[in-house]
């Protein structure tokens, strides 16, 4: 008899944890919502950060430009 007992007790514990353990996985708990949209706006401010790098290095990355009366001076023109 202690086993009939045991097994419907273990079953009725089961059932019983269903629904507590489906209420703790919810996420629309505001300090969750609030931790997601804070790390939604640093990854949009990262990304952002880096287009602006890529963006400064493409510039710095274009050919400086010559001077074209350098052949016309001499060599001791520039310098004083």
Known sequence: M???KLVVCTIVLGLLSG???AQQSRSDD?????ERDKQQQAE????QYKRTLDQTRK???????NDPWANMRG???GKR
């Open 2 to 4: 202690t086993m009939k």
């Open 44 to 47: 949009a401010l990262d990304k």
């Open 59 to 65: 510039e710095s990355d274009s050919p400086t430009r």
């Open 75 to 77: 060599s001791n023109d």
């Open 19 to 21: 629904p507590v353990l």
């Open 30 to 34: 505001p300090l969750i919502i609030k």
